[in-house]
């Protein structure tokens, strides 16, 4: 155990730096929805679909890249995604037209995958001991929200400065940037029995494929990723156009948040400085009691909340609650999910088989990005996605509950 702790805590840090920056940059893309539309006259629906085609292709590269960090290496996963990162944001910072953007934000996708939760949490998870890594997982994903915090306000920020071209090219060399953290990405092998060494992938996959438990982990990740792509990509114009007017002696006024385009940006970082708290203490609870339990009060409770926002009227007050109450459940499944899956079928093939997960929740979120815009343009406001986002997050409280929390043993070689 001593011998693991100096590779634990460097691949911990390394890990969560590179969360930190690519969290930060994907987290920052709903701030150039109304500059990008009203440069090139675009309805709503244009960038929101680049923006919901980049999740989607975060999704198809997320067991992608688990794949190849497990054939290839972890760090040569971590250098090929953070490439096709930059790449993706150049080209991005030159389109001019609605397919060039959505285009060139499948490169941003698969960037986000190589450099994302699906290759980092399995490296950590591998390096953590059984009794830390709940905990392991949930710094590490916290730091996606530490990322939220400072993404959102640093491109509004420099935004009133320079073009949203160059805010592009500027974060990517930021993401080229964390690939001086990959000395410190030294791997172990994973602890793992002889039994769970010799399985194969194929042999692993059919085992999840035939598993009611890995199909309800599945379905029910789908809810996390739709309510949580809209809010980063949406809530800001929401808030933005919607919001009642700040007071000039209120809080926020004296804080500097004088406008509902601020108060929009700023909402963001408020759910990820609030995550920050939830997560860690998902990663606690993680330990001491079923996952799939904390999963349905997660999503019971996210559904209750984001119900209760939308019936009521949109005040700077209700915008700084939600944002708060949102924000301890914004990213706290991620550990639990990533931990049940571990948990159930070993650390062999977590970066795949939590990858494959995570398509789900992928394909959420490019079904909540995209609505959004859609239905904007449709209704002129995003009340019917909302409640779209509700009803899927009750389906995922619900069906969790069936879940066998339990490790299923290797398949013969």
């Given at each position: 155990m001593q011998t693991r702790a100096p590779l634990f805590n460097s691949v911990l840090i390394a890990g969560s730096l590179i969360i930190l920056v690519s969290f930060a940059i994907r987290a920052s893309f709903g701030v150039f929805q109304i500059p990008i539309a009203t440069e090139f006259n675009w309805p709503r629906a244009e960038f929101s679909l680049a923006i919901a085609i980049q999740n989607l292709a975060w999704g198809f590269g997320q067991p992608i890249f688990g794949a190849v960090a497990e054939k290839m290496g972890d760090r040569k996963a971590i250098v090929l995604g953070a490439l096709v990162y930059a790449a993706g944001l150049v080209l991005s910072s030159f389109a001019v037209s609605p397919l060039a953007h959505q285009m060139y934000e499948v490169l941003v996708g698969f960037g986000i995958a190589g450099t994302g939760f699906g290759v980092i949490l399995a490296v950590v998870g591998r390096a953590a001991s059984d009794e830390n890594r709940s905990m392991a997982l949930a710094i590490t994903a916290a730091m996606g929200s530490a990322g939220q915090v400072v993404g959102a306000p640093l491109a509004e920020w420099l935004l009133g400065f320079m073009s949203?071209?160059?805010?592009?090219?500027?974060?990517?060399?930021?993401?080229?940037?964390?690939?001086?953290?990959?000395?410190?990405?030294?791997?172990?092998?994973?602890?793992?029995?002889?039994?769970?060494?010799?399985?194969?992938?194929?042999?692993?996959?059919?085992?999840?494929?035939?598993?009611?438990?890995?199909?309800?982990?599945?379905?029910?990740?789908?809810?996390c990723g739709y309510q949580l792509s809209f809010v980063t990509a949406h809530f800001p114009a929401f808030v933005t156009e919607m919001c009642g007017p700040i007071a000039d002696g209120s809080i926020l006024a004296a804080l500097g948040v004088g406008t509902t385009s601020a108060l929009g940006a700023v909402?963001?970082?408020?759910?990820?400085?609030?995550?920050?708290?939830?997560?860690?203490?998902?990663?606690?609870?993680?330990?001491?009691?079923?996952?799939?339990?904390?999963l349905t009060g997660i999503y019971t409770l996210r559904t209750l909340i984001a119900a209760v926002f939308i019936m009521m009227p949109m005040t700077p007050a209700s915008v700084v609650i939600f944002s708060v109450t949102m924000g301890t459940l914004w990213l706290a499944t991620v550990p639990l999910t990533s931990g049940l899956v571990a948990h159930i079928y070993g650390l062999r093939y977590m970066g795949t088989l939590y990858g494959i997960v995570f398509f789900s929740h992928q394909l959420g979120s490019f079904l909540g990005v995209w609505l959004g815009g859609r239905m904007y343009d449709i209704y002129g406001d995003y009340t019917a996605v909302w409640w779209v986002g509700v009803g899927v997050g009750a389906f995922s409280a619900l069906i969790h509950l069936p879940i066998r929390e339990s490790r299923r043993a290797p398949a013969a070689a």
């Open positions: 949203w071209q160059d805010v592009f090219l500027v974060f990517a060399a930021m993401i080229t940037l964390v690939l001086a953290c990959l000395p410190m990405m030294r791997t172990a092998a994973p602890p793992a029995s002889k039994a769970e060494l010799e399985e194969s992938l194929g042999a692993i996959l059919t085992k999840a494929f035939k598993d009611p438990s890995y199909t309800m982990i599945f379905l029910g990740f789908f809810s909402s963001l970082s408020i759910i990820g400085a609030a995550n920050i708290v939830g997560t860690l203490f998902a990663g606690w609870l993680g330990n001491r009691m079923p996952k799939k339990y904390i």
